[in-house]
């Protein structure tokens, strides 16, 4: 193809095979000037067009990425106030560990405490028995229960020093570990108290009901013993005699006291005894208190130690105001003195 410029315009000729005639194309000036002005023309309007689409895309991943950005700094937000909540949550979780800890080891204290005052008790049931058993082979040796150990025993208290941590410094964990290991020390504390408490409590008892019903009380204010327990000369013929009990001197309406507790068995009157009251008591040893010039309790009545049970007197075979006092055992009078003194 060969183009030749004309004043007119442009003409173009087309060669082909050498068989096919020449063809000759003729371009007018005015579409010379025209092709190109529209040509940038078209492409002027593309770029604006792709302009104007890429602004407009622009504009909505904008818009989009706003959007995000509000979202997530919302979810932000919302995770930092839950965060928030959790902190406080969890202070003020480790501030109740602190005083459940503090707890523990108060209760710890007092459970010291009382198990140190059951050793005690536990001392004194064994303690009594021991003087009890060793006294008739006249000599004081502790019984087994004695030497046997408590097994109550708290070793908390034998700490002798140590680096002090305080007990927020501890950490949380640790201190929960603690804390646990204190309760389950101090629910075996319990266990062990619950078992062996009304044990011990029975004893004590026991042992109370033992000492009440045994005669150890003088019977009356006067502390004059007039007549002693034994063979004597008896006071209305001068012939030797066996008296029963003991006679203390006294004014006639001094008081009477029970020297044990017990139940009354018998008031009565008769010419040799006089006004008199028997208390039987509960290891069954009998107390009986004569001459009375007047009987305050009745046949059946539960004494207590101590209990006035009537007044001082001269009734029956008397020659003047005394108490005759005397303890039977087994039917059969014994000397009182070692009782009550
Ligand atoms: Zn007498």
């Known amino acids: 193809m060969r183009a030749a410029r004309t004043s007119q315009g442009l003409t173009l000729l087309v060669l082909r095979e050498s068989r096919s005639p020449v063809r000759q194309l003729h371009v007018p000036k005015p579409i010379l000037v025209f092709v190109p002005f529209a040509a940038i023309l ?4 593309l770029i604006i067009s792709l302009q104007l689409r890429s602004a407009d895309r622009i504009a909505g991943l904008e818009q989009e990425l706003a959007a ?11 995770m930092e106030a839950v965060v928030s909540d959790k902190e406080e949550a969890l202070r003020r979780l480790r501030g109740q560990v602190v005083s459940l800890s503090r707890q523990s080891q108060d209760v ?7 198990s140190a005052l059951q050793k005690q008790l536990e001392q004194f049931l064994g303690g009594e028995r021991s003087v009890r058993t060793s006294s008739a082979a006249g000599a004081i040796s502790p019984s087994a229960d004695d030497l046997k150990p408590s097994t109550l025993q708290w070793t908390g208290e034998n700490a002798v020093g140590g680096e002090f941590i305080a007990v927020h410094q501890l950490g949380t964990e640790k201190l929960i570990e603690d804390t ?20 011990q409590l029975d004893k004590a008892q026991a042992r109370l009901e ?16 007039t007549s002693s327990f034994g063979y004597r000369g008896d006071p209305f013929t001068g012939k030797s005699a066996f008296h029963a009990g ?9 008081p ?9 068995t018998s008031v009565q009157r008769d010419g040799s005894r006089g006004n008199f009251v028997v208390i ?8 009986w208190y004569m001459h009375l010039s007047s009987s305050l309790v009745k046949q059946g009545d539960s004494i207590l130690k101590g209990q006035t049970i009537g007044k001082l007197g001269s009734t029956g075979r008397s020659t003047g105001p005394h108490l005759h006092f005397q303890v039977m055992k087994k039917q059969e009078p014994v000397n009182p003195l070692p009782y009550i003194q």
């Open 42 to 45: 078209s492409i002027s309007g």
């Open 68 to 78: 995000k950005q509000l979202e997530w700094s919302s979810k932000q937000l919302a």
């Open 108 to 114: 710890q204290k007092r459970l010291q405490t009382v």
């Open 180 to 199: 646990e290991d204190d309760f389950k020390a101090i629910h075996s504390l319990i266990d062990q108290m619950q078992k062996q408490v009304p044990v």
């Open 210 to 225: 033992a000492l009440s019903s045994t005669p150890s009380l003088w019977p009356t204010p006067s502390r004059t013993i």
């Open 246 to 254: 003991i006679d203390i001197a006294g004014n006639t309406g001094d």
């Open 256 to 264: 009477v006291y029970a020297a044990a507790a017990g139940t009354v």
């Open 280 to 287: 039987r008591h509960s290891n069954g040893l009998e107390t």
